[in-house]
């Protein structure tokens, strides 16, 4: 749910990013903010602690046109891979406006998608979202890797809503802002609506 500051006249939608452990949710997000204009954007932030190496909780504005004479900022964070920190994950998704679940194109991190997204619906389904209902994309990520599993079957696996879908080499860039705009686009499409 899109926050709305009257005195900065600034809308504030908050884009998960989401998918299994050591996917590129982090790297995507590495370079989304490597790559943006310093003036348009904030401190990025990353928390670890000793129990939870991989959380990353990044933290990045960035202004993109204005609805109704106010600016929009878009919030990006990314969940803990493993299923394990599954409380860390549930309270970054609360408030979400916009998803982007990043998949493991390596053909044996087929079950550890399945899981991840599977996990994705029930939570947010508990605070009362349906996946299918919010603004939602898809990004293949490593399609570089060697055992990268085709296209076809991905879509067939995690993809039989037939959303939007983006081929990424998070760690090159490649498909990174191409998936950001896809997403940033059905959130602005949402708010326009004036839900």
């Known amino acids: 749910m899109s926050f709305i500051n009257y005195s900065s006249r600034e809308i504030n939608c908050k884009i998960v990013y989401y ?3 050591l996917c590129g949710k ?8 490597a790559k943006t204009n310093p003036e348009a954007k904030g401190k990025m932030i990353s928390l670890a602690t000793e129990t939870e190496r991989t959380l990353f909780f990044d933290f990045l504005p960035l202004s993109l046109g204005e609805i109704r004479g106010f600016k929009t900022r878009f919030h990006l964070y990314t969940v803990p891979g493993q299923v394990f920190y599954d409380a860390s994950r549930k309270l970054i998704l609360k408030g979400v406006d916009g998803v982007v679940f990043v998949a493991d194109s390596q053909i044996e991190r087929m ?9 994705l619906r029930v939570n947010l389904a508990e605070q009362g979202y349906d996946l299918k209902a919010i603004p939602y994309v898809i990004q293949y990520n490593k399609r570089d890797l060697p055992n990268a599993a085709s296209i076809e079957e991905l879509h067939r696996l995690l993809n039989p809503g037939n959303i939007s879908e983006f081929q990424s080499i998070a760690a090159t860039g490649w498909g990174v802002f191409d998936t950001l705009k896809a997403v940033a686009k059905l959130v602005l499409q949402e708010l326009k609506k004036g839900r």
């Not at 982090?26 to 903010?33: A, E, K, S």
């Not at 079950?111 to 996990?119: G, I, K, W, Y």
């Open 19 to 21: 998918g299994p452990g």
């Open 26 to 33: 982090t790297t995507n997000l590495q370079y989304i903010y």
């Open 111 to 119: 079950e550890a998608n399945l899981e991840s997204m599977e996990n």
